[in-house]
């Protein structure tokens, strides 16, 4: 099985791959879609959905992971977010991926052990399961821990599947 992880940006979109087998989780590719600044919206969510596109396109994954965005205090700002994060969904989306959607504490809970970890932990603990990996950046690594709460959660379910077929067959 081959997981995408996508931590949603507009600025920044955090990309990272994973390959999983079994117990086995290899690092495939990370890094970072970006958008300028000062180009329109419809300019950043487009140059933002082309990259992503090509990085899907390049590693063909089989499953997919986006973070969901949390609301705060800058209503603007969560609004931007939410439409980088609809970009975030369409291409795997589009791709014919069915995408899984964790809350911030949750990839963090999965990947790190605490729900309040910071960006550091976060990157020390992905480094630790991904040996040798070289993380494009903070964005990236959050990816790379989406990915891995995904197929974390993924072989949980199969385990799951596995043990009612057993009990009821």
């Not at 992880?5 to 990370?30: E, F, K, S, T, Y």
């Not at 959607?101 to 990947?111: D, G, I, M, R, S």
Request: charged share 20%; net charge positive; glycine share 12%.
């Amino acid at each position: 099985m081959r997981v995408m992880g996508i931590d949603p940006g507009l600025r920044q979109l955090g990309w990272g791959v994973i390959d999983v087998d079994g117990p086995r989780i290899r690092h495939v590719a990370n890094g970072l879609c970006r958008s300028e600044g000062t180009d329109p919206l419809s300019v950043r969510l487009l140059a933002l959905y082309r990259q992503l596109k090509a990085v899907l396109a390049e590693h063909a994954p089989t499953a997919a992971a986006v973070e969901q965005t949390f609301v705060n205090k800058d209503a603007v700002g969560t609004l931007k977010l939410g439409q980088a994060r609809g970009v975030a969904l369409l291409v795997p989306a589009e791709a014919g991926l069915t995408v899984g959607e964790y809350l911030p504490n949750a990839v963090k809970k999965a990947v790190v052990g605490v729900g309040h970890a910071d960006k550091r932990q976060i990157q020390h603990m992905v480094k630790l399961q991904l040996p040798g990996v070289r993380i494009a950046g903070p964005d990236a690594a959050d990816a790379l821990a989406i990915a891995l709460c995904h197929a974390h959660h993924l072989q949980s379910a199969g385990h799951l599947s596995a043990a009612l077929l057993r009990a009821g067959g």
